[in-house]
């Protein structure tokens, strides 16, 4: 497993009104400290639009990095107080197959 | 919101055992039917370490497009044979922000 990528979905579950709260928390978190740890390659966060879930997917070079980086203390004090009002359910994968569209449609 | 590329987060829990059965379906589902709608862009399909889930993670040109697909037929006999031993919380998501590693290390 520790020679491949390692992708991260992370589903956070809120209360719509605090939606947008709990994405700034992320955004600084990860602006201030988790894109700059050994290992990221990069994430990207999503709003759901019925505004009941926000989550981060992300790709790390591999498990031990992801894992060093929760270690790291600095991005506590925003994820502590983003769970104090939204639930949190992380995801460990490796991807198993990528799918393209049609592509007779545009060449 | 029509204007916007869609994505979809799309959790399926499953027992571990059953994982890879979960994962072939949604390979034939995808394969036969889903990539050949109007409107799809690309979609990665991905297994979690635990064997717990398998997420589709998905990019559509318009929620338009995806309720579209929904209700065509082809893909039901699959996924009603996964909802048979699977779980399923589907996520209609906009992009907030994406993140990259830091470049000085690269440049």
């Given amino acids: 497993m520790s020679s491949k990528v390692l992708t991260l979905i992370n589903v956070f579950t809120v209360a719509p009104e605090r939606q947008m709260e709990l994405v700034h928390l992320l955004v600084r978190a990860t602006n201030e400290s988790v894109r700059h740890a050994p290992g990221f390659i990069s994430s990207t966060l999503h709003r759901s639009l ?5 989550t981060m997917y992300a790709q790390w070079r591999s498990r031990e990095d992801y894992e060093a980086m929760r270690k790291n ?19 460990l994968y490796e991807v198993v197959e990528t799918f393209s569209a049609d592509k007779e449609l545009i060449s």
Avoid: S
């Fill in 73 to 91: 203390p600095a991005p506590l004090p925003y994820l502590e107080r983003a769970f104090t009002f939204a639930k949190f359910e992380p995801g």
């Fill in 50 to 54: 019925d505004g009941t879930k926000v």
